[in-house]
């Protein structure tokens, strides 16, 4: 065979390889930017520019096939062994199809919720624990119309827990446990939507009365306990 021929063949390869990649683009430079805003950590060397986020065993990534194209829509990504103390980063904006996000047990996560978290219009399932996370609940997540479920517990977060928290359309699950909020329970948290499964606030420093508006709650688990609260108001 020719050096011609094997350089034909050795393109068409190359091309074929390019063309069977399933990753989004976007997707893939969102994940290797998440890479490099956490240090670059071990516990993410899967994630090579040369492979494909979508079927070459990135860690903690699936894609979904739902929409024209592949596009990643899951992210569970636990004990990250971070080089040193990081927030969450910011490109985690930058995966629009992103439904599921889990980010655990991992102790140099520090700071706040980014405001690119907003960007997420898909996003069902926000969980964030057992990290350093810090600050209030920022109002900016009420903006994500598609939550079902949040769960911060585990963390610093600090602050009062947000009236507009039942105001979600889709929101059946909150766990907040064991955190530093403080303040009274709203009231309008007796107004979460029919078929509400979780509301867990325990081991915060919540105070006062227990709103008289939970005489109504329908919902199957709620645990207040470890707090400084008092019985509702009659």
């Known amino acids: ?123 069902r399932e926000l969980t964030v624990k057992n990290t350093n996370l810090s600050g209030p609940i920022p109002h900016f997540l009420s903006q994500i119309k598609t939550l079902e479920s949040i769960d911060l517990s585990f963390n610093k977060l600090s602050g009062n827990l947000p009236a507009w928290l039942p105001s979600l359309p889709n929101i059946s699950s909150i766990n907040f446990d064991s955190n530093s909020f403080s303040g009274t329970i709203p009231d309008s948290f007796g107004s979460f939507r029919k078929g509400f499964s979780l509301l867990s606030l325990s081991s915060n420093r919540l105070t006062g009365n227990i709103p008289t508006t939970f005489a109504k709650l329908d919902v199957e688990i709620v645990n207040l306990s470890a707090n400084k609260l008092e019985g509702a108001r009659l």
Request: with cysteine.
């Open 1 to 123: 065979m020719s050096h011609l021929s094997i350089l034909l063949v050795f393109l068409a390869l190359a091309f074929t390889g390019a063309l069977s990649e399933l990753c989004h683009p976007q997707d893939k430079q969102a994940l290797l930017q998440i890479k490099k805003e956490f240090g670059n950590p071990d516990s993410l060397s899967s994630w090579i520019p040369t492979t494909d986020c979508c079927n070459e065993n990135w860690f903690g990534v699936s894609c979904s096939t739902q929409t024209e194209s592949y596009r990643v829509f899951w992210l569970k990504l636990y004990a990250l062994n971070l080089p040193k103390p990081y927030p969450i980063p910011p490109s985690f904006g930058n995966l629009p199809y992103l439904k599921y996000l889990s980010i655990s047990s991992t102790d140099n996560i520090v700071g706040p919720i980014p405001p690119t978290i907003a960007k997420l219009t898909m996003l």
